[in-house]
């Protein structure tokens, strides 16, 4: 019998007590229902986990559901077992012990439809081990679904090696994947279906904006002042809140420091024991902690929804890693303050975690050891043959068959036929690439910071989201309001609206004819190659090229030297 969508609507109302399923949701199960791949950008807290949760309990089989982080998994698992009513969903992970990772598997196995376990929750390193792997296959899956599916991209934020392997895992289950991110730019967007092999997926994304969200930045000169002044500010803020700072020295000293004055706060980074960051985590959601001040490390899957503030002590990588961090704040629909203090020296700190210098000597050897083998490697193989960590491992590998030197095939990895030297010279320019769009995207970082403009406006148009008014919510948007900056002097958002009237009404979008090409539209330039149109700002467009990343080039120049001519796609 085939499952439909009133069939999904009433699991929705009798199992989880969701009697109105947004249309977003709607269309994403459809697409579900239709055997089709989808990847779902939805902001945080809109129901992401609606779009699996509903059709894996109504298919037969179970979902292979792929999450980061352990507490989240058991979060998920709980929440579904407790919607359920029994034990639909179990766990798989190294905390476990042996006999509750048996009982597990063997819930996940039964045919019994009424009482197998419906939901199979694993960390991407599990799936990488090759024996968890081949007991995935032996299961009658009817999803797999691939949690803060950013990760597998290295133009993501929070790139995970774990999750290049994911690829091969999608390929040998064959069952439709939901891969869920509340943030993914256009590039992020394309390798998420690359490195997953999603063939002809739906793409579904909703809307970046988070209208609840007040955003602001303040300047600061010097680094003593700007610490005071982040102190200073966290201990007038109404919690619970989150203050993210770019060191683990940094957050150990702050926490300590708002801890003398009174404010319950704690610190989370990778320095810590895991029992520790296990301990903030917990506190922080049942609230005995109502300021975690954290690195990067804390941040993905946390699911509480009264955060009132996002503080940044220093400025992020990149837009997409601010959008997912000021995310946290206000998931309960309620107002919430997203903060950046930003000194411009701070990005030179950014520029150096940004330089990668590939390895020219490893990526000969792994090219050369592979094209030895005459056949399709496995990574497994690959590793022992090596002796390398899996996160090099995945780094060299991915820069080879980043720049068409190896394929990444069913049966495991293959060289292409060339010499070892052009397959590294044809990396190392992989590498120089990937270098020159971080740092393109750490100046939009800075663009952000520096405008003058609406500063929602420039983040949604990051995004390649057009925003059509000035959002009148951001320190920016009111400054001009209370000021009474006459409109003719006001300066442009990156899609070319002005940033706010002098009553502090929004205003239109200009006309079109300030625009020579539309947002999106598929460009190229005589030296930097293909690109598309992001955004417009006072007199200057912005461009997302795919060798070197933003652009930001004069209107005026391009009319005049014929810079940019637009390229035809297909349908």
Not at 297 to 323: C, E, N, Q, T, W
Not at 432 to 452: C, G, W
Request: hydrophobic share 40%; net charge negative.
């Amino acid at each position: 019998m085939s499952i439909t969508l009133q069939d999904l609507q009433h699991t929705a109302a009798s199992t989880f007590g969701w009697d109105d399923l947004r249309s977003g949701q709607e269309h994403a199960m459809e697409a579900v229902l239709e055997d089709h791949s989808i990847l779902c950008v939805m902001p945080t807290g809109s129901g992401k986990s609606a779009i699996y949760q509903v059709p894996a309990m109504a298919l037969p089989g179970v979902a292979v559901v792929i999450s980061p982080l352990i507490a989240l998994q058991h979060d998920q698992a709980e929440a579904i077992n407790a919607h359920a009513g029994s034990p639909r969903a179990r766990v798989i992970n190294s905390a476990l012990r042996k006999r509750e990772l048996e009982a597990a598997w063997e819930a996940a196995a039964d045919d019994d439809e009424q009482t197998r376990a419906k939901f199979l929750f694993l960390a991407p390193e599990q799936v990488a081990r090759d024996e968890v792997a081949a007991r995935l296959r032996s299961l009658d899956v009817s999803l797999v679904v691939v949690d803060e599916a950013h990760c597998v991209s290295s133009w993501g934020h929070d790139f995970r090696p774990d999750y290049l392997q994911l690829g091969h895992l999608v390929r040998d289950l064959g069952a439709p994947v939901v891969a869920l991110t509340a943030t993914a730019s256009r590039p992020v967007q394309k390798e998420i279906v690359e490195r997953l092999h999603l063939k002809d997926p739906t793409i579904l994304v909703e809307g970046f904006d988070r209208p609840n969200l007040h955003l602001e930045v303040v300047h600061h000169v010097e680094d003593a002042e700007k610490h005071d002044a982040v102190r200073g500010q966290v201990l007038g803020l109404t919690g619970p809140g989150l203050v993210y700072v770019a060191t683990k020295k940094a957050a150990d000293r702050l926490a300590a420091e708002l801890q003398e004055r009174g404010t319950n706060a704690d610190a989370y980074h990778a320095g810590r024991s895991k029992k520790d960051r296990a301990s903030v985590h917990e506190g922080f959601l049942d609230g005995r902690v109502d300021v975690v001040v954290a690195t990067t490390a804390f941040g993905m899957g946390i699911d509480k929804p009264d955060v009132r503030f996002v503080v940044h002590a220093d400025i992020s990588d990149s837009l997409d890693s601010y959008y997912q961090e000021i995310g946290r704040g206000g998931r309960d629909g309620l107002d919430a303050r997203a903060i950046l203090h930003y000194r411009p020296e701070d990005l030179s700190l950014r520029r150096f975690f940004a330089a990668k210098t590939a390895h020219r000597t490893q990526l000969g050897d792994l090219f050369r050891l592979i094209s030895a083998q005459g056949k399709p490697v496995k990574m497994k193989k690959l590793k022992d043959l090596t002796g390398l960590s899996s996160r090099k491992l995945t780094g060299l590998l991915n820069l080879l068959t980043a720049s068409g030197c190896v394929t990444d095939g069913v049966k495991g990895y293959r060289a292409r036929t060339m010499s070892a030297g052009e397959a590294v010279d044809r990396a190392v320019e992989q590498a120089a690439n990937r270098e020159r769009i971080d740092r393109s995207r750490i100046d939009m970082a800075r663009r952000y910071a520096e405008t003058k403009g609406c500063r929602r406006q420039f983040l949604l148009s990051y995004f390649g989201e057009e925003f059509p008014k000035t959002c009148g919510a951001c320190d920016n948007c009111e400054r001009r309001a209370g000021s009474g900056t006459p409109a003719g002097t006001q300066e442009a958002s990156p899609n070319g609206t002005p940033a706010g009237s002098a009553d502090g009404s929004a205003e239109e979008t200009p006309d079109h004819h300030d625009m020579p090409f539309a947002v999106d539209t598929a460009v190229e330039h005589p030296e930097w190659g293909r690109g598309s149109v992001m955004g417009y700002e006072d007199g200057i467009v912005t461009v997302l090229f795919e060798t070197v990343g933003y652009k930001t080039l004069s209107l005026a120049l391009i009319e005049e030297k014929d810079l940019l001519t637009g390229v035809a796609t297909a349908d």
